[in-house]
Structures are given as structure tokens and as C-alpha cells.
């Protein structure tokens, strides 16, 4: 048997503690039986930005007609050869990060699936392996529905979706989250003729305003089928059709050369051998820990998507970065504290948002006051020509904090770091406006925002 001081099993956010590690003069293990990189690396975060950055230029130059731009040229997407350079970037990338890891001093690297023979006990391949602190990163994988004869067809997730090379003309796209909305408006703008099946709207997670003139404006220029759940799945001579049904029975085919599922994800936590420890998992199969990220066997940590705390790497990095210090580091002894969460969608239009929605502050019974500002009524906006997009802020009437922020335009996802900075300082609506902003820049309509929650919380106190 192979005795470590660490080991850890994933490379998405499980790296940086395996580097630290080694880095400290631990004898550290990583394992991992994919790509190297997570998650986030080889099929996830950055091939997506990648593919949707490019697919969305040729649409927003020629929207760009209603500031007197003029393209007379058929601007279009090269899309086998945007394929092609996404995944050789993230291949590279992989591979760096593959040899940084086998160049370190004091690091194993084991390519090969791991699971649990008892508490701190791992086998991985051939190889038996026990380690003072260990660290589950296992993250988590596409979840896949059961409908039938789904499984004999060649349908893609997201993982499939961001290497196929071939641009489908027709493609049918099961979801309304995140992944459904980003990856298909990639594929609608690249020029596949896309239609979404949706049990009820899209990003139903967002503040209610959001998701509402998300689905408005989105549904101008995509085809959305709501309120339909797959029912068959049919796969012949290339072709899918999905026959559809809504509560009310009513029954519908659906036809496309391809078919994408993004219904959500599942933690990678089912063949860990998790039963041989005193780890316990939920009833979906996250892991479950404590505020301090440890399991229910001591020395045993988990971070991540396999834990589902937060579904994003932003949050995996925020606490590989604590466990180093709290564990490694031994420099804090307080629980893992996240702040104020933020997340974003980037799909046309963007969204991003912080804390609360207006559904969270009312089930909570908060005494609050809602801020909205338009890009329209902006003068950044109105250099731009836009013609959607606002900034919500949720304030709390004794305190005057900030409970949450949300946004739906361009830039969403920068702009709304200015509330995520304030909320985790406990600013509240008289620092913000104390600030002094550009002009005329975009950020002024978050301040607009805030005057607005300004204007109403004095005319109640009044």
C-alpha cells in the first residue's frame, strides 16, 4: 500500500489543492480518470464562452443596422473550423496543466478511476492508496432523463455539443436552463434552425422579472415549445423526432437532425465505493458535509459539484482556496463563509444576478423595496441603440443592504460585480450612491437603480 499525506480525486477544482499540497512538501496524490482540468476545462465553462463569443458577432453587427451600421457582406461562422480550434485550445490546455502536474516534486499522478475501500482507504487501479486528508472532486456529469428509446440514439449533451464539428440544419434542444439556453442560441446563431422543448419557461431559477423578459425577447428570435415533456424519442434514417405531451394531454411531434439534452447535471459520487465509508450522500447522491466541507468521516473533505452547495466553478475555486487555508494552511478555524453568490448567463440577452430574488425576499417575509433602472433611459444606451435591458436591485428597509441584484442586457455579467462588492463589504444604497460613476458608462444604470430605491424608501418612510 502507498501512504500519502493528501490525495485527491479530480482535477476541475481539486488541482489547486493537489498543487498546494505538493508545493507544502506533502506526499500527494491526484487522481483522475478524465482530461485533466475538470469540468470547467474540457467541456464546460471555457469551450462555451469560446463557441458562443464567435457565433454571436454576425447577429450583433447586423442588429448593429439600427445605429447606422451597414454590412453588406455575408458574414457568417466557419463553424467545423471554430470547432476545431476550440477543442485544440482546450486540449492544450489540458495537456499543460497534465505536464505542470507530473513535473511537480512530492505529486503522484494516477490517470484511473479511484474509489473508497474504507474511510481514507482508495484503490486506484492496481494501485491501493491511503492518505492522511483526503479531498472528493469529483464534480458532476449531465444528467440524463428516462424517456423512452431515448438511450439507442445518438443525442449529445453538452460534452458531445461543444466537439461536434458538423453544424446540424435542424436541432431540437430538451431544457430550459443555462446550458439549454446558451449552447442552442450558439448553435441558432452559428445558423441551425433550433427549437426548444420546455416543461415550463426558461431559467425559471431567476428573479421572476428576468426569466419573464428573458423568455419575451429570447422567444423573438427562437422557437420555443413550453410547457411540453418528452414523452418517445424516435431515431431513423438520422433523423429524431420527440413526441411531446403538456399536462393537458395534448400531444405534439417534434422532428430534427439533431438533439441536444440539458436538463441538469448529477454529482459523479455512484461508483466511488462511498458505501464502504462513513461518507453520506443525499438523496440525489451530492455528498454531504458540514461548514467546514468535511464529510461524515474526519479528514475527509468534498468541494465542488459533487457536493451541489453552488453549481459553479467560480464557487469550486472560492472553496479549494478555503480548504487550503483552513486545512493545509491551518490559518483559519472559522466555517466556510460564501458571501454574496453571484452567477451569470451568457446567452443574447445576458443575465447575471446576486443574492435574493424578489420570490426569495417575500418567502422570507422581508420588509424590502425594489430599485429598477432601464438601459433605454440610460445615456450609455442610448449611444448604443438598445432596445431591451434593466438593472433590479432588492433592498432591505431597516438596514438600507443591498438583498440582492439582478440584470438582463449587455455587460450583465461585468456589472454586476458592483453589487457583489458591496453586498459582501454590508454597503448599503447611500454608499453606492456616495460613489461617483462614469459618464456616460454603463454601470450608471445600476446607480439609477439604487436612486430609484432611494426615491421610493423615502416617500414610505415619509
Do not use: W
Not at 118 to 139: C, H, M, Y
Amino acid at each position: 500500500m502507498k501512504r500519502y499525506d493528501i490525495a485527491v480525486i479530480g482535477s476541475g477544482g481539486g488541482v489547486k489543492i493537489a498543487l498546494s499540497a505538493a508545493s507544502m512538501g506533502l506526499k500527494t496524490a491526484l487522481i483522475e480518470q478524465d482530461s485533466v482540468g475538470g469540468t470547467c476545462l474540457n467541456r464546460g465553462c471555457i469551450p462555451s464562452k469560446m463557441l458562443i463569443y464567435p457565433t454571436e458577432l454576425p447577429g450583433l453587427i447586423q442588429k448593429a443596422s439600427r445605429i447606422n451600421v451597414v454590412s453588406d457582406s455575408n458574414i457568417r461562422v466557419d463553424f467545423t473550423a471554430l470547432i476545431r480550434r476550440i477543442s485544440e485550445t482546450v486540449d492544450s490546455m489540458s495537456a499543460d496543466q497534465l505536464s505542470k502536474i507530473k513535473n511537480t516534486q512530492n505529486l503522484d499522478f494516477y490517470p484511473i478511476h479511484a474509489k473508497f475501500i474504507s474511510d481514507r482507504i482508495l484503490q486506484a487501479g492496481e494501485n491501493e492508496l491511503s492518505a492522511d486528508k483526503v479531498f472528493i472532486a469529483t464534480g458532476a456529469k449531465p444528467k440524463i432523463p428516462d424517456i423512452p428509446g431515448l438511450v439507442k440514439t445518438p443525442f449529445m449533451t453538452s460534452r458531445e455539443a461543444l466537439r461536434f464539428s458538423n453544424l446540424p440544419k435542424r436541432m431540437l434542444v430538451i431544457g430550459g436552463g443555462y446550458i439549454a439556453v446558451e449552447l442552442g442560441s450558439a448553435y441558432a446563431a452559428a445558423g441551425t434552425d433550433v427549437e426548444f422543448i420546455v416543461r415550463s419557461r426558461f431559467l425559471k431559477q431567476e428573479d421572476k422579472d428576468i426569466a419573464e423578459t428573458f423568455s419575451l425577447v429570447f422567444g423573438k428570435t427562437h422557437v420555443l415549445h413550453a410547457g411540453f415533456a418528452a414523452v418517445q424519442v424516435n431515431h431513423n434514417a438520422n433523423s429524431f423526432s420527440i413526441t411531446c405531451k403538456t399536462t393537458s394531454g395534448v400531444q405534439k411531434v417534434f422532428t430534427g437532425d439533431a438533439l441536444l439534452l440539458a436538463t441538469g447535471v448529477i454529482p459523479c459520487t455512484n461508483d466511488l465505493g462511498l458505501k464502504n465509508t462513513g461518507i453520506n450522500t443525499d438523496e440525489k447522491g451530492f455528498i454531504q458535509v458540514d461548514k467546514f466541507l468535511q464529510t461524515g468521516v474526519g479528514g475527509v473533505y468534498a468541494l465542488g459539484d459533487c457536493v451541489g452547495n453552488y453549481l459553479y466553478r467560480h464557487t469550486a475555486n472560492y472553496e479549494a482556496d478555503y480548504l487550503i487555508r483552513q486545512v493545509l494552511q491551518r490559518l483559519t478555524n472559522e466555517p466556510i463563509d460564501y458571501g454574496p453568490v453571484p452567477h451569470a448567463v451568457f446567452s443574447i440577452p445576458e443575465i447575471a444576478g446576486v443574492g435574493m430574488t424578489e420570490q426569495q425576499v417575500i418567502e422570507q417575509c422581508k420588509d424590502y423595496v425594489v430599485g429598477k433602472a432601464s438601459y433605454l433611459d440610460s445615456n450609455a444606451g442610448l449611444a448604443r441603440g438598445y432596445e431591451y435591458g434593466f438593472v433590479k436591485v432588492l433592498v432591505e428597509r431597516h438596514t438600507r443592504r443591498i438583498l440582492g441584484a439582478h440584470i438582463i442586457g449587455d455587460e450583465a455579467s461585468d456589472m454586476i460585480h458592483l453589487f457583489i462588492a458591496m453586498m459582501k463589504t454590508e454597503g448599503t444604497l447611500d454608499d453606492m450612491l456616495g460613489m461617483i460613476f462614469i459618464h456616460p458608462a454603463l454601470p450608471e444604470i445600476a446607480r439609477d437603480a439604487v436612486r430609484d430605491a432611494k426615491n421610493k424608501f423615502d416617500i414610505i418612510v415619509q
